[in-house]
Nanobody
Framework: QVQLVESGGGLVQAGGSLRLSCSASGRTFSSYTMGWFRQAPGKEREFVAGINWSGGKTFYADSVKGRFTISRDNAKNTVYLQMNSLKPEDTAVYYC??????????????????WGQGTQVTVSS
């Protein structure tokens, strides 16, 4: 069992930056693939970024590639999402997710087993 708690959301102007954090409970954090998803009002939850258990491999949705960076610190049981050059269309609730190692490379919602409660990111134009 893994419990996830996101933080770091807020209101930022277009072109600005935010860093989201996701703190995980449990001693097996380092064995999980971690991902970030987001959901805007009236839209389906969509994949943003993923990272493998060691942090050595990452992958991104095309819409955020080159602007967002996912990383993790297994000693702190934390995964991060650095978001730069934010756009109004990045506005959404951002969710942290954990899944088995086989989840790596998957952008499917169903590939991840554990979810945080979400943190709101609002980008003003």
């Amino acid at each position: 069992q893994v419990q996830l708690v996101e933080s770091g959301g807020g209101l930022v102007q277009a072109g600005g930056s935010l860093r989201l954090s996701c703190s995980a409970s449990g001693r097996t954090f380092s064995s999980y693939t971690m991902g970030w998803f987001r959901q805007a009002p009236g839209k389906e939850r969509e994949f943003v970024a993923g990272i493998n258990w060691s942090g050595g491999k990452t992958f991104y949705a095309d819409s955020v590639k080159g602007r967002f960076t996912i990383s993790r610190d297994n000693a702190k049981n934390t995964v991060y999402l650095q978001m730069n050059s934010l756009k109004p269309e990045d506005t959404a609730v951002y969710y942290c997710a954990a899944g088995p190692s086989s989840s790596y490379g998957s952008s499917r919602y169903g590939s991840y087993d554990y979810w945080g409660q979400g943190t709101q990111v609002t980008v003003s134009s």
